[in-house]
């Protein structure tokens, strides 16, 4: 059916004092909105499957009733999104148990801060060692260009990084770098920040993250969510 105020275009005329002014119609706000979030989506460089992955699916798992005391802390992490900007403070979620749900609530507390229109980009930290030794190769600070332009930085798979002293020396100087200038930094592992093996890193992110610890394995039927 055509919009019988704009004619389908998304914008109608108005007349005031005179003059002519140019004003987005209703009828293509929610369109615009949605392809505005996809745009912000696809940037940001978040797996798919984390894309349909809400809070909600989060809270009706069966490690909910075990962490519901830590998501309540990162939803009030999250309404003081805009304080934790100005004070420069990330988060750290960990969990000594597989499939906790560590990357999915890195995510949505991405999203919340997309949600403000601040720019986030998604990677796991072996990427991003391996985007640092090719800026090596260029003779440049660093080549991910979303990285450098993002303002809130989702690491992923601390865990995973398969570091010698070396390696851990040179994410610790681009991390410290990041946080210099400003960034927002959320990071999963599988420890606490205390148990990393790094001194420095250790100190670096005590000084700039809020720690949450989950707990569980979620049971999570992934195809069925799809279906829906």
């Not at 304080?83 to 750290?92: A, R």
């Not at 403000?116 to 391996?130: A, C, H, M, P, V």
Request: proline share 1%; net charge neutral; hydrophobic share 30%.
């Amino acid at each position: 059916m055509t919009c019988k105020k704009c004619n389908d275009k998304g914008f109608y005329i108005e007349i005031k004092e005179g003059e002519e002014y140019y004003t987005y119609c209703d009828c293509k706000k929610t369109e615009r909105k949605i392809k505005e979030w996809e745009k912000m989506m696809k940037r940001s460089n978040i797996p798919i499957m984390y894309h349909f992955l809400r809070l909600s699916d989060y809270q009706n798992s069966n490690v909910y009733y075990m962490n519901e005391p830590i998501v309540c802390r990162l939803n009030i992490y999250c309404q003081k999104i805009e304080q934790m900007i100005k004070d420069g403070i990330g988060f750290y979620i960990f969990s000594q148990d597989k499939s906790s749900g560590k990357s999915t609530l890195l995510t949505y507390v991405g999203k919340r801060f997309m949600a403000k229109k601040y720019n986030i980009y998604y990677i796991t930290l072996s990427d991003l060692y391996n985007d640092l030794v090719k800026s090596l190769t260029h003779e440049k600070e660093y080549v991910n260009e979303y990285v450098e332009e993002c303002k809130v930085l989702l690491i992923d798979d601390f865990d995973k990084f398969n570091g010698n002293d070396d390696k851990w020396l040179r994410v610790y100087q681009l991390l410290n770098r990041f946080f210099n200038q400003g960034k927002i930094i959320g990071i999963t592992n599988n420890i606490s920040i205390e148990d990393i093996d790094d001194s420095n890193i250790v100190s670096l992110l005590k000084k700039h993250l809020i720690e949450f610890q989950i707990f569980g394995t979620i049971e999570f039927d992934l195809n069925k969510k799809l279906e829906d």
